[in-house]
């Protein structure tokens, strides 16, 4: 069957940085996008960050220029590594992968960051 499983996740303190990754197993994910989604306290799960196939990426607003997003398509990886954290960072991140309409989605990981 299929599974992603995220690692990584845990408490950093704010101005710090942190590395989350997501590794897929159970089918070929070579041509997937791939991406990241988060939801923090008491609110809709938002859109973090994907990359096409062609390593293309695409960062919403509030954390361009401090993430950054990179896939490994013969280990079947997405990584987000995460710098100048701010405590509205704080979420559970969940990991992605897509083709066309099938998602297929990661348990999640914790990223707290106190202020």
């Known amino acids: 069957q299929v599974q992603l499983v995220e690692s990584g996740g845990g408490l950093v303190q704010a101005g710090g940085s942190l590395r989350l990754s997501c590794v897929a197993s159970?089918?070929?994910?070579?041509?997937?996008?791939r991406g990241w989604y988060r939801q923090a306290p008491g609110k809709r799960r938002e859109f973090v960050a994907t990359i096409q196939s062609d390593g293309t990426p695409t960062y919403a607003n509030s954390v361009k220029g401090r993430f950054t997003i990179a896939r490994d398509n013969a280990k079947n990886t997405v990584a987000l590594q995460m710098s100048s954290l701010e405590p509205e960072d704080t979420a559970v991140y969940y990991c992605y992968f897509r083709y066309t309409f099938y998602y297929f989605w990661g348990q999640g990981t914790q990223v707290p960051v106190p202020s």
């Open positions: 159970g089918r070929r994910f070579g041509s997937y996008t």
